[in-house]
């Protein structure tokens, strides 16, 4: 298991600045699991989260001389990372690759299944709901409650007004809750 460097940020980034890829690998390595799960949060555990989560990362390399630390390099890369999966779901609705909700319910399922297949199966079902979130609502969801941003934040990453996150994010918890309503059972 390797160490993550207790480095300061900006120090890292004026090395890497100055042609260190030891410091950006050290700034990589600080801030993959960060960008996975905003990443995975907003397009699913697939293929282009992976490519997503890569691109992040190279377009921050690229733009490095441009960052001006005006916010914290976690909040630059979390919006570098929701402006990308945005991209995608647009390009996936362009090219009709969005999720096809299941129009079975959920009754086919009763027999019994052991604790660690059920708690993937529940982990399955929440993440089902929130890929059938508009992005606009799954982008609040995933930076406040999975990300663990604060309202600010969140409306900083997403370059909106405080009241506009409040008020998705409070949408998004009821149609969230809206769909998981038929897999509450199999959930608790």
Sequence with gaps: MSHVSTTPDDQLIAAARSGSLEAFGKLVERYEGRVAATVIGMVGDCAEA??????????????MGRFRGESKLETYLTRIAINLCLNELKRRKRHQFLFIRSASAPEAEASYQDPGHNQHEQKRIVDQALQELKPEFRSVIVLRLIDGYSTEETAHILNIPVGTVLSRLARAQEKLKQHLEPWISQIL
Aim: proline content about 0%; charged content about 30%; glycine content about 8%.
């Design 50 to 63: 992976d490519d997503i989560g890569q691109e992040v990362f190279i377009r921050f390399y690229h733009a």
